[in-house]
């Protein structure tokens, strides 16, 4: 039996312009399906209704049974950081550039909305990235990734060189701008911009990147998504790295240092419009068969 939704978070990006008339027609919609609303925020130019509280995005994501998520890739990645371990969906409206994740267009927001909310959907499990870093023996950070966990060079223009082992398995060090370890939402990011192949999202896997190798030898690779890939930073590495985790969260890394990624127990779940096709979305936004 599908969920009713009965109570739905709103969380926008709260100085756009365009985000107070979207919110102003989605509050009007689910107030006329008399469906219970929380905010994140107050959003500039809407007036919330007395009875919409506020709630902080945690505890917003414990009361609903569904998230709007209104901006960009990058506002839903931040929301899910945070809610994934709770279960709650999230259905993204894009007023971001391609929105990957956030893929209902404000113009039909509220009539795909309506669809949502009489049970015409798809619900889409999406896997998400664990990173530790080690420092002497020792973990100093832990965290968690939607998109990928990204080794790279810190401020200066050299490489950096590394060592990477996948299930205990030495695979080689590598000379290179830095590598990307993503999952297959992460494809079709930061890794495939770095040339990496684009994973569906049902696919049990995580492709590993290389940013600019000083070799012709170093391709990308995909590997199951059960493995456990552990990078470390050569002593002989002269230049500052870093890791960052979907770009939004950076820790300093030094020679020694060794990164820890795998597969999170917990991943996250979107909601689509009910004729969502993941390869027709990659069609349109890619530009796939058009002519130049």
Sequence with gaps: MMPEFKTVGLIGKANDPRTAPLVDRLVQLLCERERHILMEADIEGFQRPADVPIRPVGELAREADLLIVIGGDGTLLATARVTAGIGTPLLGINLGRLGFLVDVSPDTAPEELGEVLDGAYVLEPRSMLEAEVVRDGVTVHTGVAVNDAVLHVLSVVRIIEFDTTIDGVDVGRLRADGLVVATPTGSTAYALSAGGPILTPQMDGMVIVPVAPHS????????????????????????????????????????????????????MTLIHPHNHQFLRMLRSKLRWGEQP
């Excluded at 002989?236 to 990624?261: K, Y």
């Design 216 to 267: 012709l030898n170093h391709r990308p690779l995909v590997v199951g998504g059960d493995s456990v890939i552990e990078i470390q930073l050569s002593p002989d590495s002269r230049s500052p790295a870093q890791v960052a985790l979907d770009g939004q969260e950076n820790v300093d890394f030094g020679p020694g240092d060794r990164l820890r990624i795998r597969r999170r127990e917990y991943g």
